[in-house]
């Protein structure tokens, strides 16, 4: 198995962590659908390595 690039990782982090503020601030996005949404990017980011 590849190992993820330390950059893309970051890059990775960043995206979740803004997708988690912007929902906490508007509360728009219930849990569930949040979890959705986050495992569509970390699986996005897994694909690019």
Do not use: G, T
């Not at 970051?10 to 949040?34: C, G, I, P, T, W």
């Amino acid at each position: 198995m590849k190992e993820i690039s330390k950059k893309l990782l970051q890059e990775m982090a960043f995206q979740v962590l803004y997708m988690e503020r912007k929902n906490l601030r508007s509360q728009v996005k219930s849990d569930q659908k949040m979890s959705e949404e986050l495992q569509k990017v970390i699986v996005d980011y897994a694909k690019r390595r």
